[in-house]
């Protein structure tokens, strides 16, 4: 028989991969689905994760491949359903089907008003429409909002991480009209405005006009300026097939269709946002997963039926815990609301106040596994309890749902890990619980340990330390070589994980070069040849140039090397030149060049300080205050070769204007009239995160042995790889806890800490030129040990922009 | 029909740190040539298969599940030092050549 399925958002996907699981008999061998947009299905619950870094690619939910039998036809939409031939017609061609699932979704909902298609108005729907909204945003400065609710504060939240000042406009008189009341709409407002948000409710937009390179939007009383606008006021059913081919639809939109997902044409289905179960729409996936299985199963001859949804809702919008659950207004309603901390938590009873029918909680909803499982019942506990912060020390019960997007309950999860699960990933596999927003794992993680299931903090296969335990083992009994420690607390030989840990380890501690005796064997090949390997396996080489400050005479010395070996120079993030293209066998020769010239290694290649940079500060800028160029050549002198649990990376602004960019960096400084803010925990790449502000208004002395503490604190008690933002949200008890340890000394550790930092700076010599007076260590620096002057003769280089590149790999070398 | 092996000597194994490699030239061919903590010694094809730079003898040696193995210092696949395989990629393997010490020098078969 012949299936065709249009559309391949969430709920298609998951209709064809749970049809594909209980059609065993292959009763559907031709199964067709029609996509509009060009990706497969992805994770659109999670679609604003995209500004938070998560990729296109890791949002897909698509496995890779199709069930057998299966074709996707991506960017191919439906334009037509004759139901009298029984075909899809798209613009490339026709698909015949025995019966038909219609998946089609939603559409984002812009009101009638004019302007709406000028350049700068989006919605936010699909990621082609984040992508659109990320382009637009670059470099301007404001944007608009419509809509209060639920995808109206995702996409404030968008706005914001792209830089934007940012208003939400909403037509009801609070924000999440759906959700949550008056009050609790009042409390959320004042938290969303302490984040920097403009809030305008009672305001529908009466239209958008241009105003030079900006837009004019009129909102009730209200004309607000700014460079974009996105629409996220809501969704409409996408019908308009179904409406075409005659099939009867809901008053307010929505293919009509009755409990088992079937519309007026027996042949047909409808399910998801699209359909309209005896009149009524969902715009949630999980009741859309649901109907999807139904009609999997009504396909194969069974009898299942949709049975109406939950539709209770907890999410965290701008950092605000939101939830409601079951009625949000009845005959009693009892109500807590402290403005001051943003809670507001009500609970809607019978009248004789004996049975909970629903709630709704802002700010903090701890509470809502447990009142959600209740609903129905008599309130477990107090009221009191739950009318304040935080969650009761009541167990869920077994029927309560764990993860709501595939309604997998507590029950499913203990009985997984009762059958050998042991880890997150593999409940995931087990149970799908967690596979579609992902945020019920944390619960996941706390049932397991709940049952008892230790989560193994062992770093490899060799060591069932973790590295904070093997940090303390090696500290405290004095351990200075990887095979006194394996030896006694590890098993085998060691491995690429275990070995760079404890090498990182002794030379934290200050276990001399890294290069001496048995610590050489154990560092990755960087710090084995101290440089950074490329793809072609010849090394790039950085010099320290602290702060990023340097002579013209340094400089022409850097030029000369370049230009003498044949190296490709590079200006790198931190303020230096990276020169690529060296083989092994160079380094020796291009370094004796650079330590003559007075550079050092800077360790580029080493879990280890990096760079601090600099703005040019008070010395030269009109608007500086200190000297922060001053500081970061203090700072980069101070901490340089301090090997740690990944690398460190700093920057030093003279004014708030900060130009360094201090807050993208693991300890940035920022100077004030009277002396210097500390900010730590701050990341660039994948996962970027803005540094917390630790402490204000520091004098220098106490700047840096405040950073003292920080570091040698972090390199103590981090994870391997693990940089200082995820540390320090790992950390128990968060910045409060690191001010109380490290200021005020409640560990009873500064001294210790101090004491390390001193060794540290006392015991610092350049490697480099360590490795050029000591003939053992330079006899490694060879291409082959039979034949140490014949380079490998696999690298070659073509020109590109006017500098050496690495010819790529695999390609037929050129002959002369 | 005899077949001659040779045997080249690349290193005395005092030039190769405990578990640790270099790279040796043997008749045009690039081999990496490994000490392991017991003074035996073990040679392979000194090209990564899967990136294609000839680094693997710059790579940390160790054990998995009991297996000696060299760990790529490109993108950290291990492979069996005994037999070649990739332990994180069925579809690529690493030549395995004969290798041995004698009188304090470490021999290869290879090229």
Redesign the interface.
């Known amino acids: 028989m012949r299936l065709v399925v249009i559309g391949n958002g969430m709920v298609g996907q998951r209709f064809v991969e749970s049809l594909a699981a209980r059609d065993t008999a292959r009763r559907f061998t031709e199964v067709t689905v029609l996509g509009e947009e060009t990706r497969r299905a992805y994770d659109r619950v999670r679609l604003s994760a995209f500004f938070d870094g998560v990729s296109a690619e890791e949002l897909t939910l698509a496995p890779p491949g199709v069930p057998a039998g299966t074709t996707i036809r991506l960017g191919e939409p439906a334009t037509a359903v004759d139901r009298e031939a029984r075909v899809v017609r798209t613009a490339a061609g026709e698909y015949p089907y025995d019966a038909l699932v219609l998946a089609t979704g939603s559409r984002a909902f812009v009101p009638p008003v004019p302007g709406t298609g000028s350049p700068g108005v989006f919605v936010y729907r699909t990621l082609d429409d984040l992508e659109a909204l990320r382009a637009h945003a670059a470099g301007r400065s404001a944007g608009i909002v419509v809509g209060g609710g639920l995808l109206g504060l995702e996409a404030a939240n968008a706005l914001r991480l792209l830089g934007l000042r940012t208003a939400i406009v909403e037509f009801a008189p609070h924000l999440m009209p759906m959700q949550v009341d008056a009050a609790g709409g009042a409390i959320l407002r004042r938290r969303i405005e302490e984040l920097g948000i403009d809030v305008h409710t009672g305001a529908g937009v009466t239209g958008i006009a241009p105003d030079g390179d900006r837009l004019a939007v009129g909102a009730g009383e209200l004309t607000l300026g700014a460079d974009l606008v996105v629409f996220a006021a809501g969704v409409r059913p996408r019908d308009e097939l179904a409406r075409a081919a005659g099939l009867p639809v809901a008053e307010r939109g929505g293919i009509l269709v009755d409990a088992s997902c079937r519309t007026a044409d027996e042949r047909v289905f409808a399910i998801g946002e699209c359909a309209a179960v005896d009149g009524r729409c969902y715009g949630l996936v999980a009741p859309g997963y649901a109907m999807a299985d139904v009609v999997a199963d009504r396909l194969l001859g069974g009898d299942a039926t949709f049975g109406g949804a939950d539709m209770s809702t907890k999410l965290k919008l701008l950092g605000v815990d939101v939830a409601s659950f079951g009625a949000t207004t009845g005959p009693l309603d009892v109500v807590y609301a402290d403005p001051a901390h943003g809670l507001y938590a009500k609970l809607v009873l019978t009248d004789d106040a004996r049975t909970l029918l629903g709630g709704i909680l802002v700010g903090d909803a701890a509470a809502y596994g447990v009142l959600k499982a209740a609903v129905g019942g008599p309130v477990p506990g107090k009221l009191a309890d739950f009318l304040s912060a935080g969650a009761p020390d009541v167990a869920l019960p077994g029927d309560a749902q764990v993860c709501s997007c595939n309604a997998v309950t507590k029950d499913q999860v203990l009985g997984a890990i009762g059958a050998g699960c042991a880890d997150v990933g593999c409940l995931k596999a087990c149970t799908r619980a967690g596979t579609t927003c992902g945020s019920c794992v944390p619960l996941l993680r706390s049932l397991l340990t709940e049952a008892g299931v230790a989560q193994s903090t062992a770093l490899c296969e060799h060591f069932a330390y973790s590295r904070q335990e093997l940090f303390d083992l090696i500290r405290v009994r004095g351990i200075a070589t990887f095979s006194a420690l394996i030896g006694e607390y590890g098993t085998g030989r060691g491995c690429d994980v275990c070995k760079p840990v404890v090498a990182s380890i002794l030379a934290s501690l200050g276990g001399g070069h890294v290069l001496d005796g048995e610590q050489a064997a154990l560092q990755d090949t960087n710090d084995h040849f101290l440089a950074n390997i490329q793809r072609d396996g010849t090394y790039s080489v950085v010099p320290r140039i602290p702060g990023g400050e340097i002579t013209p005479e340094r400089l022409i010395v850097i030029g000369e090397v370049a230009r003498d070996f044949g190296l490709y120079t590079k200006i790198t993030g931190g303020q230096r030149i990276d020169l690529f293209g060296a083989r092994v066998e160079q380094l020796p020769a291009i370094w004796r060049r650079l330590v003559d010239a007075g550079f050092e290694s800077g360790h580029a290649y080493g879990k280890a300080l990096r760079t601090v940079k600099s703005c040019v500060g008070s010395t030269w800028c009109r608007y500086g205050v200190q000297d922060s160029v001053g500081l970061a050549v203090a700072l980069e002198l101070r901490y340089r070769g301090l090997r740690s649990p990944h690398k460190l990376k700093s920057a030093v602004s003279g004014c708030a204007r900060e130009c360094a960019e201090a807050r993208s960096k693991d300890f940035g400084v920022i100077a004030t009239e009277t002396g210097w803010n500390l900010y730590v925990g701050g990341n660039g790449g994948f996962r970027p995160r803005h540094a917390d502000l630790f402490a204000t208004d520091l004098s220098t002395e106490e700047l840096v042995r405040t950073i003292d503490r920080f570091l040698m604190f972090y390199i103590r008690t981090a994870d391997r790889l693990q940089r200082t933002a995820a540390w320090l949200e790992a950390l128990d008890g968060g910045l409060e806890h690191l001010r109380a340890v490290i200021v005020d000394d409640s560990l009873g550790i500064c001294a210790e800490l101090d004491a390390a930092m001193d060794r540290h700076v006392g015991g610092y010599a350049d490697e480099w030129r360590a490795v050029l007076e000591d003939p053992d260590k330079l006899r490694r620096f060879v291409s082959f040990v039979n034949e140490p002057q014949t380079p490998d003769p696999s690298i070659a280089f073509t020109v590109e922009r006017e500098q050496r590149v690495p010819v790529p790999l695999g390609m037929p070398e050129v002959s002369a | 029909m005899t077949t001659t092996i040779t045997w080249t000597?690349?290193?005395r194994l005092g030039?190769?740190?405990?578990?640790?490699g270099?790279?040796?030239?043997?008749g045009g061919v690039?081999v990496a040539?490994f000490r392991l903590?017991d003074d035996q010694v073990r040679a392979v094809g000194n090209?990564d298969p899967l990136?294609?730079?000839?680094?693997m003898s710059?790579?940390?040696?160790?054990?998995?599940?009991?297996r000696?193995?060299v760990?790529s210092?490109?993108h950290?696949q291990?492979y069996d030092l005994d037999t070649g395989a990739c332990l994180d990629d069925p579809a690529a393997a690493l030549p395995v050549y004969a290798a041995r010490v004698r009188d304090g020098v470490v021999e290869v078969v290879a090229g």
């Open positions: 000597a690349v290193c030039d190769l740190l405990p578990e640790r270099a790279a040796a030239l043997v690039q040539v903590h090209r990136w294609g730079a000839n680094v710059r790579g940390i040696v160790g054990t998995r599940g009991g000696a193995v760990v210092p490109m950290k291990a």
